[in-house]
Every structure is written in structure tokens, then in C-alpha cells.
T-cell receptor, first 113, second 112 residues
């Protein structure tokens, strides 16, 4: 079974630009969660989608948004990029029934110049 | 505020040593505790614990949860250089839906 696939693997952007990251979950998984990982803050929850609906959102500004498609693939968008948005963005999928382990993709490394 | 605290932050051992990693938590609406291993890329799922006192084991790794004292430990016996990684503890909670709160991780280095 293929794992969670995230694209692109690396991105370099400049301040003020916007970016879209993509995540394809494990086949059959309907829940997709996004996390931001930085050296200072560790892994922080961004949001979770299930059946095309955002069920939960972390404490991030409105510049961070996402969506999920009918095939469970998800995208995350960050607008008006800031230097502090430089991070590893990880996507995780699960069956979504609650108390199911989340399985992570390799992440997208975003660098803001 | 929900929080997960891991200790030690880093650890250097020699091959063959046994290590114990600690994870304590203070959260509302606890559902589960998970351990992940992160090398250069994706955190890899190790264990999920929901009940107190029941040890989960996989090869040289084992873990147990104490829901009364709000902590978990991850043991690695006969360590190998391939065990070098960051070990992440995460607690699953439910507010509007299930989500994970992560600790800052323990960086383990196993020297030959």
C-alpha cells in the first residue's frame, strides 16, 4: 500500500508570495491533518479535514487555509508569506474514526527568502 | 492549555545500551498516546496506547502508559546505530475532532 505522498518536496518563495502544498493520503483514509514543524515550536497542528469538511483548526492566522477533495486528497495554501513561515509542513492521514494512528508523509520543506 | 513534555531532550548512548524515554502530559479530553520515530523525513508510527498498564512491544522497543500519573515511557533495549533519531510523543485529544498534541521530542544518538 502506498504511503502518504506530499508534493513538492522543496519550495523556495519570497515574502508576500503565496504557496499551495498537496497531500495524497493512504488509499482508504478519509482524514487528512496538516502540521507545521519548526526547530523552535516543534510539531504544531494546523487543521484536519474529513469528507471534504474542515473539522478542526489550530491556532494559526487566516493566511493558512486548506481544502479536501472528494478523493480525499488535500491542499494547503499559505498567502502573503512571511519569513516565519519557513518550516517543514507535514501531512498525516488516518481512517478518521477517532483514535486511529496518523501516518505521515515526508513533508514539504518551505523556505522563505 | 494542553501540553506534552518529553525528557530528556537529548541522549547519547553506546550500542548495546538500554534507554528509557519519558513523556508526561496535561490535556483535556485524552483519547490516546502515540510514539513516533523521526529520522530525516516522515515521522514513522511506533505505538498507540489507550489503556493503562498494558505494555506494547515491537522487537527491541516497548512502551507503557500510566493514565493515573499521566505519563508514558518508551524503552529501547540493545540499542543500535540505526535507532539514532528523534522520538516524538503525541497525545490524541478531542475538541471539535481528534487531533495530536506533540512533545518537543527526544534526540537519541547511538554511538558504535
Amino acid at each position: 500500500k502506498a504511503g502518504v505522498t506530499q508534493t513538492p518536496r522543496y519550495l523556495i518563495k519570497t515574502r508576500g508570495q503565496q504557496v499551495t502544498l498537496s497531500c495524497s493520503p493512504i488509499s482508504g483514509h478519509r482524514s487528512v491533518s496538516w502540521y507545521q514543524q519548526t526547530p523552535g515550536q516543534g510539531l504544531q497542528f494546523l487543521f484536519e479535514y474529513f469528507s471534504e469538511t474542515q473539522r478542526n483548526k489550530g491556532n494559526f492566522p487566516g493566511r493558512f487555509s486548506g481544502r479536501q477533495f472528494s478523493n480525499s486528497r488535500s491542499e494547503m495554501n499559505v498567502s502573503t508569506l512571511e519569513l516565519g513561515d519557513s518550516a517543514l509542513y507535514l501531512c498525516a492521514s488516518s481512517l478518521g474514526g477517532g483514535n486511529q494512528p496518523q501516518h505521515f508523509g515526508d513533508g514539504t520543506r518551505l523556505s522563505i527568502l | 492549555e494542553d501540553k506534552v513534555v518529553q525528557s530528556p531532550l537529548s541522549l547519547v548512548v553506546h550500542e548495546g545500551d538500554t534507554v528509557t524515554l519519558n513523556c508526561s502530559y496535561e490535556v483535556t479530553n485524552f483519547r490516546s498516546l502515540l510514539w513516533y520515530k523521526q529520522e530525516k523525513k516522515a515521522p514513522t508510527f511506533l505505538f498507540m496506547l489507550t489503556s493503562s498498564g498494558i505494555e506494547k512491544k515491537s522487537g527491541r522497543l516497548s512502551s507503557i502508559l500510566d493514565k493515573k500519573e499521566l505519563f508514558s515511557i518508551l524503552n529501547i533495549t540493545a540499542t543500535q546505530t540505526g535507532d539514532s533519531a528523534i522520538y516524538l510523543c503525541a497525545v490524541g485529544i478531542v475538541d471539535s475532532s481528534y487531533k495530536l498534541i506533540f512533545g518537543s521530542g527526544t534526540r537519541l544518538l547511538v554511538r558504535p
